[in-house]
Structures are given as structure tokens and as C-alpha cells.
């Protein structure tokens, strides 16, 4: 079986650093099933062509405990069709050759890696148990202009019909990890089999790779009923899962927006979003981290300050990050622009390479949304590992909630919070995360200060 990826993207020679594969040496990579080769059938300024060809053993198929069903006939395990054509095998080998790839990451070239570049995938037969129309169905919502060549039973014999086998070719502007991503998970959707034992794992598989897309497609039952070989209770467990995060986010936004108008009269949000990029200039700092983006506020104020070369931002939220990019018009940015910003998903509370190295990092309006065990890992996560030179820091200062006349008595700013601080325990907080990572920290009020209750918002400064 044969997966073809080219890109036109200048220069296109640039996808050997993206699949981490030379594109002057051939590579070889056995499997439990077989072998899988890598080569460049061309390899040019303006266009260049990765091969996957998986060489699947067919004698050790006959011998996996865990292979294909083989009733029917005497016959049926040395007559498959497995050999040869784009199955749950394929999707093994992209996951074992391309590994670092299929994760988004490239060290050599980090922003290549989260940049939208024009790629195009050729399958030379791709099994589709639902026709050309499940086919587009599964592919366009994603993006992609498909074109399928569907193969007769028997050329020399074209009144015995069409098979369900098809030559196809996908077409889109994305990242290359995404594509990677749709073909491990939906070949195998297509073929409607895996060649191995599908239990609870599969789930955390399918939750990996399609946690930024799956939720939102058309065809989302369709997916994780086939991908999990349509048992029932794997099926309801991952289609569960899906909606509770769906839900979990339409919520954030929904009460992002009822904080909002929370402060809206005093324009808080505005205020503390100035205070925090002012802060960030006046450190020096030119890498900067955006912890918990949501929807890139911060960042559309930190985008025209020439003095910040490298802006990241993240957000545990796949959503909130598909707003940010739409709100900064990302794909419309100048190259320059563009290069100087990266978006990724990630959560506080474990531990991140892609965070460490970067001289400032912005936490706006975010640890009051983690409980007590969760604030307890974001501290090492950010102060210990990823240990930036400056932090800044910021939180709701509930003493301050008494002026805010749409706020019932009691209630924190965002049905979210897990609690809202005084200055005093924001204070002890920061102190003792400062003694015990070696940095010194300083506060600052945002916002109208009232006699005896303080600023609106409170804002540490960490710096080491």
C-alpha cells in the first residue's frame, strides 16, 4: 500500500524537516506486520513528494491471533485483500514512521510545524465500505477537495460492476499534523476494520488524535462507531466524552461573557489587559508565553509591539483557539506576522517542553479557575519546569466585588471560579510560591481603587 504527501510550499523541500525524513536517503522501518519504506519520489525547490510504502507480510498475517475473521470460506486467510490496500495498518505505520510529525512538532522548524501550508495526499487504494459518498462525507467538512477513481471488480470483465476500492487524492491549506491526523483515524473508518483487538484504549486513541476537530463533525457517530468497531459500549463511553467536552466548552464561553458584563461599566478587562502588555515591554522581555489564550485578547495587544519576536499562545480550550485564529485573521497575517506567532493547545497542570526557554509569561484571569489540586501542578508546571524569567500574574480581588451591582451578594465574578482571593491571601500565595521556585515578587492594583477594599483586579510580578 502507497500514501503519497506533496507540498508546493516554498521552498517544498522543507517537508523533509516536517516528517523528519531526509529527502536524499530512502529509510526502512520494521513492523510486527511487515516493513515500511520512506522516499522522495522528487525533492525540489518548488514541489516535493514524500512516499509511505508499507510492505505488509502476508504469511505473518495468517499467523496473528488477532487478525481478520476468516470464516466464509477454506480459503479466506490466504486470499485478502490486506496486503494491499490503505487499512488500519497504514494508520499504524503513519503513527510508528511519522510519530513526531503526527504530534506537530519539529525542532528544526517549530513555526513550520503550526503553519497552514498547501498539502496533497494521494491513497492508491483506499477500501471505502460506504462509497465515494462516505467518503466526502467524512473528508470535506475537514477541508478538503477530495477526487476519487473508483476501481472495477475486474478491468477486462466491466460488467461485473464496481468494487469498493478507490484512488484517492485529498487537497487542503493545513497543518501537516492535522492531515496525518485525519488519515490515521479515518482510513481505518473508511475500510469499517482494524486488524487488532479494539478495547478502552482505542478511546484515549481516538480522543488524542480528533480532540480538535472530531467534536465538530457532521459525521461524528459515524466515526466513533466504526473507529471503535461498533461495539456499543466503547461507542457510548467516546461519544460521551465528546459531548461533556463540547458542553464543558460552550459553557466557558458562555460565562466568559457573563464575567464580562460583570465589569464591563468600569471597562476592567480593557484596563488589565493594558497593565499586563505594559509590563510585559517594560521587562524586556522578547519571547513571551500566553498561558490559558482563551480567545487571544492579550495577544491582538501584544501583536504590534515590535519588541516581542516570538508570542505563543495556549489554551486547554481547541475552540477558543480556533476563535483566536479567526479573530487575528492568522491565515491573512503578513508572513512576518505570522511567523511570530504560534498557537497550541495545552493544559496548566502538566508538565510542558514546548514551554520552557522563553524569557516572559502572561497568566491573565486564569488560576481562580483551577481547584486547589490543579493550582498546586500549575505552579510547579510554570514556576519549576518551564520557570520563565518574568511571570505576570493576575486574579479577581474579591473584596472588591461588593461594587459591582449586577454581582449578588456572595457570588464570584464567573460560575467557573474555584475561588476568588483577598489581597491579603493573593499576597501569602505569591510570597510562598516566590520563596519556594527563587523569585522575587511585587504587586500592582488595576483598576479604580475604594478606600479600605482595594483594586478591582490584583497583579503579581514574578521575576527571577
Not at 504560534?342 to 481547584?371: N, W
Amino acid at each position: 500500500m502507497l500514501l503519497k504527501i506533496s507540498t508546493t510550499y516554498s521552498p517544498a523541500t522543507d517537508l523533509g524537516y516536517l516528517l523528519h525524513k531526509h529527502p536524499a536517503r530512502m529509510q526502512s522501518f520494521t513492523l510486527t506486520f511487515g516493513k515500511a519504506h520512506v522516499f522522495y519520489p522528487e525533492a525540489h525547490a518548488e514541489k516535493c513528494t514524500a512516499a509511505l510504502l508499507l510492505d505488509v507480510d502476508a504469511i505473518a498475517l495468517v499467523r496473528r491471533p488477532h487478525g481478520r475473521s476468516t470464516e466464509g470460506f477454506a480459503l479466506a486467510q490466504y486470499v485478502s485483500d490486506r496486503p494491499y490496500v490503505a487499512s488500519s495498518f497504514l494508520s499504524v505505520a503513519i503513527a510508528r514512521v511519522f510519530s513526531t510529525a503526527l504530534s506537530g512538532k519539529c525542532k528544526d522548524r517549530p513555526q513550520l510545524a503550526e503553519t497552514a501550508i498547501p498539502l496533497n495526499a494521494e491513497l492508491s487504494i483506499l477500501p471505502c465500505r460506504g462509497g465515494e459518498k462516505l467518503l466526502r462525507r467524512l473528508f470535506e467538512p475537514l477541508g478538503y477537495t477530495v477526487t476519487a477513481e473508483q476501481h472495477g471488480l475486474d478491468p477486462h470483465f466491466p460488467d461485473w460492476g464496481q468494487s469498493r476500492y478507490f484512488t484517492v487524492k485529498l487537497e487542503n491549506t493545513c497543518r501537516l499534523s492535522e492531515l496525518l491526523t485525519h488519515l490515521y483515524v479515518l482510513i481505518p473508518v473508511l475500510d469499517d476494520e482494524k486488524h487488532y483487538w479494539v478495547g478502552e484504549a482505542e478511546i484515549e486513541k481516538l480522543s488524542k488524535h480528533g480532540n480538535d476537530w472530531l467534536a465538530e463533525h457532521p459525521e461524528q457517530e459515524s466515526i466513533v462507531r466504526r473507529y471503535l468497531k461498533h461495539q456499543r459500549h466503547l461507542t457510548r463511553e467516546a461519544l460521551a466524552q465528546l459531548r461533556e467536552e463540547d458542553a464543558q466548552e460552550t459553557d466557558e464561553t458562555v460565562q466568559m461573557e457573563e464575567e464580562a458584563e460583570v465589569e464591563e461599566r468600569i471597562g476592567l478587562n480593557e484596563l488589565r489587559l493594558s497593565a499586563v502588555t505594559e509590563t510585559l515591554k517594560q521587562s524586556g522581555a522578547k519571547r513571551v508565553l500566553d498561558l490559558g489564550c482563551g480567545e487571544g485578547k492579550l495577544i491582538r495587544k501584544l501583536l504590534p509591539e515590535k519588541q516581542f519576536e516570538e508570542i505563543v499562545g495556549m489554551d486547554v480550550s481547541h475552540r477558543a483557539l480556533k476563535i483566536t485564529q479567526e479573530r487575528l485573521h492568522h491565515d491573512r497575517l503578513p508572513e512576518k506576522q505570522r511567523e511570530r506567532l504560534r498557537l497550541f493547545q495545552g493544559s496548566l497542570g502538566y508538565r510542558d517542553k514546548r514551554l520552557t526557554g522563553y524569557d516572559a509569561a502572561a497568566v491573565v484571569e486564569v488560576i481562580e479557575h483551577l481547584d486547589l489540586p490543579r493550582l498546586a501542578a500549575f505552579e510547579r508546571a510554570l514556576f519549576e519546569f518551564a520557570c520563565p524569567q518574568t511571570v505576570v500574574l493576575t486574579t479577581p480581588n474579591i473584596e472588591y466585588n461588593v461594587k459591582f451591582e449586577n454581582l449578588q451578594t456572595g457570588n464570584f465574578r464567573h460560575k467557573d471560579h474555584r475561588f476568588e482571593w483577598t489581597r491579603g491571601e493573593f499576597q501569602s500565595w505569591a510570597a510562598d510560591v516566590a520563596k519556594r521556585f527563587g523569585y522575587t515578587v511585587v504587586f500592582h492594583p488595576i483598576g479604580p481603587e475604594a478606600e479600605d477594599i482595594g483594586s478591582p483586579t490584583q497583579m503579581a510580578v514574578f521575576t527571577r
